[in-house]
């Protein structure tokens, strides 16, 4: 066998031992210990850093302000929260270590990494008012229209793929709404479809709450969106309020 397919099986080794794909930094993490098929503890972090293929680098779990110490001798249960969806798999401890003041674990995945749910796109709990109007449909020519939104709202959750929000207008299921959010965090024109509609009593002041698709939103708007939505996750991460 030549050296160039010695060298080629080695890496399709090695590719096939990547149980780190779609792990970004501050991706969200789930660790559980198990006694048979019975969770024990559940503790939530975030990625600090992919070392290799197998390796990385999380931070230590707190709860009520306590850094909980993980056994080097157990196998524990984890799970990953990425854009593909849920991730999956087994690890062990196999270090501590301490750097800019922050409690850091590096750990060993040892099995092959699985999608167990796929998801579309992170919802952030977040409120943000916000002025929108029906349209009659979602084609460009209303979205570029520069024209004067009569109602308001406040969201209640925000993704890439649309909303969750609350108003004091009566709008029905299925009909289209142009949205402008115009803070000082984020600038962003759509149409989006109300799938559901459920009449509230008095939340935040509001007697509707809907949530909506988005039909009509540009690139840009979407990659500004997804940036002011990692940008809040990080902020939510360093105050410890991201698993809230």
């Known amino acids: ?45 975030i990625v600090n850093q992919v070392i290799s293929g197998k390796e990385l680098m999380i931070l230590a779990p707190v709860v009520d302000g306590d850094i909980i110490v993980l056994s080097h001798t157990n196998v524990y249960s984890v799970e990953f929260e990425t ?21 850091l674990i590096k750990i060993l995945l040892l099995e092959k990494t699985e999608i167990i749910q ?23 020519k209303i979205l570029k229209q520069d024209d004067v939104l009569l109602s308001t709202g406040e969201t209640v959750d925000i993704s890439t793929g649309g909303l969750k929000f609350l108003s004091n207008e009566e709008v029905e299921k299925d009909t289209f709404i142009k949205i402008l959010i115009n803070s000082k965090d984020i600038f962003i024109v759509a149409i989006a479809s109300v799938i559901q509609k459920e009449a509230i009593t008095q939340t935040r002041g509001y007697n509707y709450s ?24 990080r902020e939510l991460a360093k105050k410890g309020k991201v698993f809230e």
């Not at 991730?87 to 800019?100: A, D, F, G, R, T």
Request: proline share 3%; net charge neutral; aromatic share 14%.
């Open 1 to 45: 066998m030549s050296l160039f397919k010695k060298l080629f099986k080695k890496e399709e080794k090695e590719e096939k031992e990547n149980y780190t794909l779609n792990l970004d930094i501050d991706t969200r993490v789930t660790i559980k210990q198990m006694n048979g098929f019975n969770v024990v503890n559940t503790y939530k972090t």
């Open 83 to 103: 854009k593909s969806g849920l991730l999956k798999n087994n690890m062990k401890v196999i270090s501590y270590y301490m750097e800019n003041n922050m409690p």
């Open 118 to 140: 796929r998801r579309a796109s992170y919802r952030l709990p977040i409120s943000i008012e916000f002025e929108f109007d029906v349209v009659e449909d979602n084609s460009n």
């Open 210 to 233: 809907y949530t909506c698709k988005f039909e009509n939103i540009p690139d840009k708007y979407i990659e500004e969106l997804s940036e002011y939505i990692f940008n809040k996750q």
